[in-house]
């Protein structure tokens, strides 16, 4: 092994090349200027310069959970850092693997309130899945591809290397790769056999199962994915995905439900309400999903399989719990299916489903068409229509948009739908588009967002012209927080505080003012015109769909209630106070 | 929702890397998720390989006290985690210093009771002592609240310290 000596900004550099990284997504300062030095000495890095740097982690989120590689940000000390906050945050809460360099004042100003200084290591601790200081150059190539390995399994998330600008000018020994180990960090992929064993005794008894999946099927990897389908197939047992699974399993199957949780499906809810044995993979009974928790799921067996031991009996108590990376936890039930060839109650199975079929009548995602005002779902459904050919890849802001694409957009494949699930982040969509048409330049990438989400980092527009990115922002304008105005409706009596936008600007202008093309759509005959118009433009372009104001989301499950006390459109609000004082104080 | 008598009182000794900022990764995690903490001690314990131990004593339900411990196995630099209170018997131990000031009968009354309770004087003036005790949270209680009314200037206390008994190691 060469022990070579190079000045810490190269070994940041050479670091990144060794663990395969070939996009940086970055904002340059004082601090990190000698990487900036470094970066343009050498081609085998690209930078992509941000408009902000919030903007930067999500477009390495967007980059990584359409890739499945680390994504990594490089931003400066100080303010750099601190606006880099919430992207870690989001990235954290959706286990998203990204690597972050900040830039630090020189280690003897560190404590000094220097120009641009702040606590990052202290700031970002509870934000990160780990952090460092770098404090000697010697030390800095080990921690970055440390970094890497912690942000990438187990439980992915984002790890931060603060590197103080002393640092980078000072000699160190660069160390390989592949001679890194951490001392402590061991996650738990394999599962425990005997508990398997029982996982699989629970499921053949079963007679209304229900399969749960989350993002952390498609956080392992393809592996789980194929297996977690072949699963699905083998027990022929009816199959919901959370906000972040979606994707994991084919949505045109007839075994899938539809999403479950707050604006899930009736049947998905339904069925978890109703199960005898419920079957998690990768999901964290999230408080969207569960609802009421002393309501949820009450007369079923909770199988519960995570990689994060964490995760187990938070929220809802597990009956069996498979500590284990999902791809080697389905690898192991499905051989224990097989050799113990286990049958599902065919006779059991079949009323289930037949129960199932009923509430699917019902066919909640319905809506009230109308020829003068655009229906936001319809929009939604005439986008999937007209892109179901392409390979599309679409990313949301949050709001009622993210909700309804959600819903309306059938996802065949997992990764490629990226959205702000557990922290909600506005501002999300344009910045993670960026990042996902950098990783796949043939493809559709379409940011689904809504008039108020986007302004948050509309700068990212700027970026995407430099480097000639073709992402699509469709925009649903009913100048409402439109999640916001239904929970005013609903909860708050109809009192739209601070809710309504005055003074939206022109987004076709604004499209214009960037240099991309801007589109409008006021009635429902442009809708389809507009959205070929969009798929047509190779420049980055906003459309400005002005959808009814008035339209809620539903199906949706009151904040405080159960999976079967949801609201399924406009005309269940009478009936009953259904947000109880309880839920009234959740968000 | 929980009922109080659900509510435990447990202590868990964590080995983690001697390394900096790493009891502010424990102490954010146990504010952050809202835990409480009763006593904390942390020293290094093995030079060698730069361990250094931390005993927790918290209380929460048994679910809280189960998410406390997957929480701070879950922290990158710690090594292990072990509930003391569940794993079979062990030893807990609290140190402090006690000083007393005071002059004529409430200081030979003190020194009498510190007598009883076996603590040692560390310090002495003509008008002062201070007393070095070890023992139970109990027994440390108990000999505080007697000082109370002899002259009870300060306390110092380490909060728990606690090790498994028997041959095993952490």
């Known amino acids: 092994m060469s022990a070579a000596a190079m000045p810490g900004a190269e070994m940041v550099i050479k670091a990144l090349v060794d663990q395969g990284v070939d996009v940086v997504f970055g904002y340059p300062g004082g601090a990190v200027l000698p990487i900036y030095d470094a970066l343009f000495k050498q081609n085998q890095l690209r930078h992509i310069l941000v408009r902000h740097e919030q903007g930067a982690v999500h477009a390495a989120e967007g980059y990584a959970r359409s890739t499945g590689k680390v994504g990594v940000v490089l931003v400066t000390s100080g303010p750099g850092a601190t606006n880099a906050v919430t992207g870690l945050t989001d990235a954290l809460m959706d286990s998203v693997p990204i690597v972050c360099l900040t830039g630090q004042v020189p280690t003897h100003l560190i404590g000094n309130d220097a120009f641009q200084e702040a606590d990052t290591t202290g700031i970002t601790r509870p934000c990160t899945k780990h952090n460092y200081l770098v404090k000697d150059a010697n030390d800095l190539a080990r921690i970055v591809h440390e970094a890497f390995y912690v942000a990438r399994t187990g439980r992915p998330g984002p790890v931060v290397v603060d590197l103080p600008k002393d640092i980078l000018f000072a000699t160190g020994t660069y160390t390989e790769p592949g001679s890194v180990q951490h001392r402590t960090y061991r996650p738990q992929t394999m599962p425990d056999r005997a508990k398997v064993a029982e996982a699989m005794a629970l499921i053949a008894s079963a007679k209304r199962p229900i399969i749960y999946g989350g993002g952390g099927i498609?956080?392992?990897?393809?592996?789980?994915?194929?297996?977690?389908?072949?699963?699905?197939?083998?027990?022929?047992f009816p199959t919901t995905?959370?906000?972040?699974?979606?994707?994991?399993?084919?949505?045109?199957?007839?075994?899938?439900?539809?999403?479950?949780?707050?604006h899930g499906t009736y049947e998905a809810n339904l069925a978890m309400h109703d199960c005898d044995v419920m079957i998690n993979v990768g999901a964290r009974?999230?408080?969207r999903v569960t609802g009421r928790l002393n309501a949820f799921s009450p007369g079923s067996k909770k199988i519960h399989i995570d990689i994060d031991p964490s995760s187990i009996n938070k929220n809802v108590r597990a009956d069996v719990a498979l500590i284990g990376d999902a791809a080697e936890v389905l690898a192991e039930m499905i051989k224990v299916w097989k050799a113990k060839h286990l049958k599902p109650d065919a006779r059991a199975l079949q009323q289930w489903w037949h129960q199932i079929d009923q509430w699917r009548k019902r066919d909640c995602l319905r809506y009230t068409q109308s020829d003068k005002?655009?229906?936001?779902q319809y929009a939604l459904q005439r986008l999937y229509a007209l892109t179901r050919d392409r390979d599309v890849y679409i990313t949301t802001e949050v709001g009622q948009h993210q909700m309804w694409a959600a819903q309306f957009f059938k996802f065949e494949d997992p990764k490629h739908w990226m959205t702000s699930g557990g922290l909600g982040t506005m501002g999300y969509g344009l910045p993670a588009a960026i990042g996902v048409q950098l990783a796949h330049p043939e493809a559709t990438v379409i940011d689904i967002a809504g008039e108020a989400s986007i302004l948050m980092n509309i700068q990212e527009m700027s970026t995407a012209m430099q480097y000639r990115l073709p992402v699509k922002v469709f925009i649903l304008n009913n100048q409402y927080m439109g999640m916001v105005r239904q929970w005013q409706e609903l909860l708050h009596g109809g009192r739209y505080s601070e809710s309504y936008t005055a003074s939206l600007p022109d987004f076709v202008k604004l499209a214009e003012a960037f240099g991309g093309v801007g589109l409008r759509a006021t009635k429902p005959s442009e809708v389809d015109d507009v959205i070929k118009a969009m798929l047509a433009s190779d420049k980055p372009t906003i459309v400005d769909v002005a959808v009814d104001q008035a339209e809620n989301c539903f199906p949706m499950i009151p904040s405080g209630a159960a999976h079967n006390e949801?609201?399924?459109?406009?005309?269940?609000?009478?009936?009953?106070?259904?947000?109880?004082?309880?839920?009234?104080?959740?968000v | 929702m929980t009922a109080k008598s659900d509510i435990e009182k447990h202590t868990i000794a964590v080995l983690v890397d001697n390394e900096p900022g790493v009891l502010a990764r424990v102490i954010?995690?146990?504010?952050?998720?809202?835990?409480?903490?009763?006593?904390?001690?942390?020293?290094?314990?093995?030079?060698?390989?730069?361990?250094?131990r931390i005993t927790v004593v918290t209380?929460?339900?048994?679910?809280?006290?189960?998410?406390i411990k997957a929480q701070l196995s879950r922290l990158v630099p710690v090594h292990a985690v072990r509930d003391l209170t569940l794993e079979g018997a062990s030893v807990e131990r609290e140190l402090a210093l006690i000083k007393m000031a005071g002059t004529g009968d409430r200081r030979i009354e003190s020194l009498r009771l510190a007598d009883i309770f076996r603590a040692r004087v560390v310090d002495a003036t003509i008008e002062s002592f201070v007393f070095e005790m070890t023992g139970s949270t109990e027994k440390l209680d108990a000999f505080?609240?007697?000082?109370?009314?002899?002259?009870?200037?300060?306390?110092?206390?380490?909060?728990?310290?606690?090790?498994?008994?028997?041959?095993?190691?952490l």
């Open chain 1, 566 to 586: 949801m609201l399924l459109g406009p005309e269940d609000r009478q009936t009953g106070g259904s947000v109880s004082e309880e839920g009234m104080v959740l």
């Open chain 2, 59 to 67: 209380s929460g339900t048994p679910m809280i006290i189960e998410q």
């Open chain 1, 373 to 376: 005002v655009i229906k936001p």
């Open chain 2, 28 to 52: 954010g995690l146990f504010s952050g998720r809202g835990y409480n903490i009763e006593s904390l001690t942390v020293a290094e314990v093995d030079p060698k390989n730069r361990l250094s």
């Open chain 1, 241 to 262: 995905l959370t906000l972040m699974g979606l994707g994991a399993y084919p949505a045109s199957d007839k075994r899938f439900l539809g999403m479950l949780g707050m």
């Open chain 2, 144 to 169: 505080i609240k007697l000082m109370e009314p002899l002259g009870l200037v300060d306390v110092s206390r380490t909060g728990v310290v606690a090790i498994s008994r028997g041959a095993s190691r």
């Open chain 1, 218 to 236: 498609i956080n392992s990897g393809e592996r789980a994915v194929a297996l977690f389908r072949e699963f699905v197939q083998l027990s022929g």
């Open chain 1, 285 to 287: 009974f999230d408080d």
